[in-house]
């Protein structure tokens, strides 16, 4: 598959789930990256205007397990999905893209 095709299938696979409600987007990969997007929409923030860290820890979870997945791991054989992860957030926002 060409990086295009497997960010087609990547995106798809979205639909109905937490990452389609986030906005979550893979924009672009290479042969050992993977880059996503998230909108920052009222939606996404915390009372206080910033961006939820829950929303942000979401987007890193999501691109690791797809990341890990296509770079890491037979598929045909093997599914890769997060068991733990730890954050610490440096910087907020409260519009754009993250």
């Keep these: 598959m060409t990086h295009d095709e497997i960010l087609a299938v990547l995106n798809s696979r979205c639909a109905g ?27 996404h923030l915390q009372p206080v205007g910033l961006l939820h860290g829950g929303a942000t820890v979401a987007l890193a979870e999501t ?6 997945q296509i770079f890491l791991v037979d598929p045909h054989n093997y599914v890769a999905v997060g068991l733990e992860i730890a954050a610490n957030h440096v910087r907020s926002a409260r519009s754009g893209f993250v």
Excluded at 63 to 68: L, N
């Design 17 to 43: 789930t937490l990452m389609e409600t986030l906005g979550i987007e893979y924009t672009s990969m290479t042969d050992d990256s993977l880059t996503a997007r998230m909108p920052v929409t009222p939606g």
């Design 63 to 68: 691109v690791g397990s797809a990341a890990s």
